[in-house]
């Protein structure tokens, strides 16, 4: 095919005239092409039309597509007609300038910074996390659950929670679907749900949104050692598809040298608290990790890795404590690696014996009575059962070295911010 | 294979004693099995556990997989050992029995309800649903994106949302993302979100959920036609992966009856009324149908049906309104047929000029200094386009014939429900 005859539709993304030439350069909605108006070979309807253009009109384009040594996709279109569809005002924001909006223009005006060929790439890319966890999980035999959103009980604790007004009731938004995905694991035996989970928490930090999309996975009879192989392999497949289906994506964001790990590291909690000590930072034994001692400790890892153990004071009520030394609870935190690293999921094995559960509770200053139904549902023939919940915008983060998780959300929502 | 080692884990649906043998029915997470324990073919200690096990025990069963002519399943397990993994006290509803427990009190213990073999069929249908829906939509070219819950403003008008306390700001949860979703149209074409969405309606009907799961699509440069075929094209996408991966299911839901329907129909608005005066209904043009009107014309069908237009006066101000005649919208509402028939979904063409839409606004009683930043972005080259939101349970409700629409949702929330 030396031409080809076509239509198409996109975003004026750029107009750049040259003497008796002028050059579009076209965002359609997948892709970038040239068009290229030479005033001797149109009608003079045509040239008046196109210097009437100007950026993000969108227009229709027929014409002939043919190869070209100078246009940088290869080739051009040389168009018989042009129609302006829809006009625009010029755009607040440079969507193609060399110095890009300052973070916040670029969010007040985020319908027009999605438009740009960057950001739709990592929404791309976004989409096709979302559908290989779906499709890794289903094919493991994990049924795809909706959990509840609005809820009654907080299940981490009276903190960090959105109160909704429900016909007059107080309730809250779910921070994870945690107490609903174990009551389903005993019906289902595996389970999962990605879904939006809300924190009401202040952080103001490079990794915190107060709306965010969580990998929520359950199975029943699992041990530590099979939920570290299944997020690592899910992390992987993910990966992979990535590779596969966003190639085009990867070399905008220039990341073509994303490849996945081939393997995992493990080490304890005791071993992450020494390294902290040896780098300087005055934590102690029984100190959860802030978000500057997380940051240090990913940056000695280049692949992804598991703390597989916390002190039980610091783990919330519902993960199991061992057996034989009951400062330590089963938690696992999977870290993703390097500059770019962060926690990417906390999960672990629970407690299905309503009687620790509830002492748990009371140790930890929460009223066992909040939690009736839940409590009273391990009574009847629980089985044991572990899971994590996996941040998407975390796990994005990483992969695609987003300096903040906000980028890796099409409307983010932080404590200062709530439109658009 | 005549026989076969085994070790499985389930719960005990139903024990039963003959004489000296006891007939276990085992509910596996994927399965039910029978347990035939022969008191002179097992150990003294066996026999003796084997009386101690009660309904919902969760148990370990090693043995022997042999055929069998009188077992329901045609096979069962003569076990060599059990161990009692979780006991359990007496379930308060009962899972096997002949007369079901009453709605109410199936959710007030809906964790045990779920555990029924019928309430899990349904689930996994429901898996399958939003997984084939998904599908569709992304060999259709559709990006996944994930929009914002909480949110600043009310997208249908004030009625019928949930109050959310952000930081101290009143926010809202988002009835549908179709501020959001239009937005994105502009950058990728086509897009698409099965999310929450929240409508805080007191009607205490067989259709409406407070929490309930929408396909959320949207296209740009798309025709009423395109949209009408899109939707059929999606259900019948669904309904033929539903009997692809959930035959099972659909067996123990007596619904082996169910195939995709080969066509659509379409009626007009004005057609509905004609149909539901000769019904005896009392309502004139310019009304929109209640709970009754609408199940009578369901009733009407046998295969699923559009109608292509409404009175602008009853519909949304983001709808375009035909230019030829202002008193007509291009809302299109999508109608499940026959006795479990519903609307399954609205959508239509939106209107994409800004003037226009302020004008429309004003004339429905909204404050266009409400929707800033949604107004303003159609200043900026915006294409046509169109798009529909599906309910995921209302689909559900009329493909399984469900009495109530709670029945799709595994934790249904109804303005008098909020636990578990």
């Known amino acids: 095919m030396d031409q080809q005859e076509i239509k198409i539709y996109g ?60 246009a940088k996709l290869g080739r051009e279109i040389l168009p018989k007609s042009i129609k302006i569809i829809s006009k625009s005002f010029p755009p607040p924001i440079d969507l193609y300038g060399k110095t890009e909006a300052e973070w916040p223009t670029r969010l007040r005006f985020r319908y027009l910074d999605i438009r740009k060929p960057k950001v739709k790439a990592i929404f791309r890319i976004r989409s096709t996390l979302m559908n290989a966890a779906r499709e890794f999980l289903r094919k493991e035999g994990f049924v795809e659950l909706s959990f509840p959103i609005i809820i009654a009980t907080a299940t981490e604790g009276g903190a960090e929670l959105f109160p909704v007004i429900y016909f007059g009731r107080e309730a809250f938004l779910a921070q994870s679907s945690q107490l609903y995905k174990q009551s389903a694991v005993a019906a289902f035996g595996k389970v999962f749900s990605i879904a939006p989970s809300f924190r009401a928490e202040k952080s103001r930090t490079r990794k915190h949104l107060t709306e965010f999309w969580q990998i929520d996975v359950e199975a029943a009879l699992v041990t530590k050692k099979d939920l570290m192989d299944l997020q690592f392999r899910l992390v992987r497949h993910v ?71 916390f002190p039980s004071s610091i783990t919330a009520f519902y993960y199991m404590v061992d057996e034989r030394n009951p400062k330590i609870a089963h938690r696992i935190d999977m870290m993703g690696p390097g500059d770019y690293g962060v926690e990417w999921s906390s999960g672990g094995l629970r407690e299905h014996n309503p009687d620790r559960l509830k002492k748990r509770m009371i140790e930890l200053g929460l009223r066992p009575e909040s939690f009736e139904w839940y409590l009273d549902m391990f009574n009847y023939g629980f089985p044991p059962h572990g899971g994590f919940g996996m941040g998407v915008e975390r796990l994005l983060q990483t992969l695609l070295k987003l300096e903040r998780i906000h980028e890796a959300s099409l409307y983010p929502r932080t404590p200062d911010i709530l439109k658009p």
Chains 1, 2 share one sequence.
């Open 11 to 70: 975003h004026i993304a750029t107009i750049r005239k040259k003497g008796k030439i002028v050059f579009i350069v076209l965002r359609t909605f997948d892709n970038e092409e040239q068009v290229t108006v030479k005033k001797n070979e149109v009608s003079e309807e045509l040239w008046n039309l196109v210097n009437e253009l100007g950026r993000e009109y969108f227009i229709e384009v027929e014409g002939t597509l043919v190869k070209s040594k100078i």
């Open 239 to 309: 990966v992979e598809k990535i590779l596969e289906e966003n190639e085009k994506d990867l070399k905008i964001l220039n990341l073509e040298k994303l490849e996945p790990w081939d393997h995992y590291e493990v080490i304890s909690y005791d071993e992450a608290i020494e390294i902290l000590k040896k780098k300087g930072f005055k934590i102690e034994w029984g100190e959860d990790f802030g978000a500057d001692e997380e940051r240090a400790l990913v940056k000695e890892f280049d692949v992804p890795f598991f703390i597989p153990e």
